[in-house]
């Protein structure tokens, strides 16, 4: 947005095109960027790898694991963009578990793409 134009709380857009000595334009943002001779800028679509989804199997071992969590815990078909992003989902689906409980340590969170 171009820094002339500015923003009410009443979410309509303003800007002074003639200078501070002449009434402002009101309008929507397109309009005040049209008065002002902005015109709209094409947006740019990136192609980004992390734009798109992928499915990852996310495998969470424990420092100090109870007796029937030894081996680990793996979350399979957690649909993320980036491995962080599904080791952020797969904490959240062991905190709402209860597998992240007080005693067991640190715990470790490994995710690897599926497929």
């Known amino acids: 947005m171009d820094s002339r134009i500015g923003m009410l709380s009443s979410g309509q857009f303003y800007a002074y095109v003639d200078g501070y000595q ?11 960027e049209a008065k002002l ?11 980004d790898v992390r734009s798109t989804r992928h499915s990852y199997s996310v495998h969470m071992t424990f420092q100090h694991p109870a007796w029937d969590e030894a081996g680990g815990i793996t979350y399979d078909n957690i649909y993320a963009r980036s491995k962080l992003s599904a080791n952020k989902i797969a904490r959240k689906m062991a905190e709402n578990d209860g597998h992240l409980a007080s005693g067991k340590g640190r715990s470790y969170f490994t995710a690897k793409k599926c497929g």
């Open 37 to 47: 001779g902005l015109g709209s800028t094409p947006k740019v679509i990136k192609s």
């Open 22 to 32: 002449s009434d402002p334009v009101y309008g929507t943002k397109e309009e005040v």
